[in-house]
T-cell receptor
Framework: DAGVIQSPRHEVTEMGQEVTLRCKPI?????LFWYRQTMMRGLELLIY????????DSGMPEDRFSAKMPNASFSTLKIQPSEPRDSAVYFC????????????FGPGTRLLVL | GENVEQHPSTLSVQEGDSAVIKCTYS??????FPWYKQELGKRPQLIID?????GEKKDQRIAVTLNKTAKHFSLHITETQPEDSAVYFC?????????FGKGTLLTVNP
């Protein structure tokens, strides 16, 4: 199993541009999570999907952030327009019935907004 | 919502010594308590977890203890090695949602 796959691994963009982060969860997992990690705020849950349905998006900072999960093997996190304060590492994680609540993290996308 | 406090924020030990990291939480509904290790530039990886019906769990040099009455749990690492140096996160889980502590930077000096 390849584990959780994220792309791109690094993204540098200018303020105002649209950014799209991608995630492929572990096959068979039915829960997917997007996290943001910064030095100041630590690991924050942005949104949680179960069976492709958003269950909890209370962590999404503002309307500039949106996330979708069109099928069980793909999710996107979009920031439009991006701002310098969005610079962070964004992790996707998945969990499944076989593992209970154990969440497996992807390698992350390091985003820098200039 | 859930609030997880983790202490200390940094911990420096000599190789071979033990290290203890403590977390407290607020939500009595939390029933899953994992610990993650994150090396610099890498992803968080699960090292051990415990569920609310168990008070202690051990896996080689690492162990976790849980006191549900007091709402605190701890990570114990014995015979520390330089490769144990990393940031360690505790978390609490309820209904598949995890809330993380702020992390502890552990440095093991050779």
């Amino acid at each position: 199993d390849a584990g959780v796959i994220q792309s791109p691994r690094h993204e540098v963009t200018e303020m105002g541009q649209e950014v799209t982060l991608r995630c492929k969860p572990i096959s068979g997992h039915n829960s997917l999570f997007w996290y943001r990690q910064t030095m100041m705020r630590g690991l924050e849950l942005l949104i949680y999907f179960n069976n492709n349905v958003p269950i909890d998006d209370s962590g999404m900072p503002e309307d500039r952030f949106s996330a979708k999960m069109p099928n069980a093997s793909f999710s996107t996190l979009k920031i439009q327009p991006s701002e310098p304060r969005d610079s962070a590492v964004y992790f996707c994680a998945s969990s499944g019935l076989a593992g209970g609540e154990t969440q497996y993290f992807g390698p992350g996308t390091r985003l820098l907004v200039l | 919502g859930e609030n997880v406090e983790q202490h200390p924020s940094t911990l420096s030990v000599q190789e071979g010594d033990s290290a203890v990291i403590k977390c407290t939480y607020s939500d009595s509904a939390s029933n899953y308590f994992p610990w993650y290790k994150q090396e610099l530039g890498k992803r968080p990886q699960l090292i051990i977890d415990i569920r609310s019906n168990v008070g202690e769990k051990k896996d080689q040099r690492i162990a976790v203890t849980l006191n549900k009455t007091a709402k605190h749990f701890s990570l114990h690492i014995t015979e520390t090695q330089p490769e144990d140096s990393a940031v360690y996160f505790c978390a609490t889980g309820s209904n598949y949602k995890l809330t993380f502590g702020k992390g502890t930077l552990l440095t093991v000096n050779p």
